[in-house]
């Protein structure tokens, strides 16, 4: 769950807990984001996607995730509470020998 602290909910939830926020459905669209002084931009609304690719820290561990930044959404909710939220298409690893392919020098 996002921001659990909130107990934010889908507007169309049927049976939502009683002490819960329904999200608000109106949001803007950007194009990129900067972050760290690098601009990622969303590819859903690029010319093409090579900034819109990204490695993400999932876990204190420092696992990462790799993917395509597809959205960039903000939403308004309320006086107090804003969200900047990116939408991503994540890579899965191929698991497959790549010694006898061109790809075994990298």
């Known amino acids: ?4 602290q909130l107990c934010l909910r889908s507007l169309i939830e049927q049976n939502p807990a009683p002490d819960t926020t329904p999200l608000l459905n109106k ?3 950007f194009d990129y984001a900067v972050v760290h002084q690098h601009r990622y931009y ?17 876990s204190e561990l420092g696992d ?11 939403i308004n909710q309320g006086p107090n509470h804003t969200f900047t939220l990116g939408h991503f298409r994540w890579f899965r690893p191929l ?12």
Request: charged share 15%; glycine share 6%; no cysteine.
């Open 27 to 29: 949001a803007i669209f």
């Open 42 to 58: 969303a590819s859903n609304r690029a010319r093409n996607s090579t900034g819109s690719l990204v490695e993400v820290i999932v």
């Open 64 to 74: 990462t995730w790799v993917g395509e930044l597809t959205d960039l959404i903000h």
């Open 1 to 4: 769950m996002l921001f659990p």
């Open 95 to 106: 698991g497959m020998d790549l010694s006898d392919t061109i790809w075994s020098a990298l």
